[in-house]
């Protein structure tokens, strides 16, 4: 029969629209990138100039030496 394509001839895509549909994934898919990538480079800007506004942390002016605090333990042994 001319009309009949039979079930498997029928479920196969046509070539063509699956390259318009590919082509189009792609483009959709690059501007997504690009977007997140603009995104991204602003939000790291933004962070840079904060961090130059920030001023440089000084030491407090007891603490001039390596000082730690000392931790003083007693113990006693257990009996065996």
Known sequence: ??????????????PWAFDRWLKGSAWVVGLGA??????WRKKQQAMQQAMQAVPAWTAPSEATGNIAPVIEVEYKRLPN
């Open 1 to 14: 029969m001319p009309g009949d394509e039979g079930l498997i001839a029928g479920a196969i895509p046509d």
């Open 34 to 39: 690009l977007a997140t990538f603009v995104r």
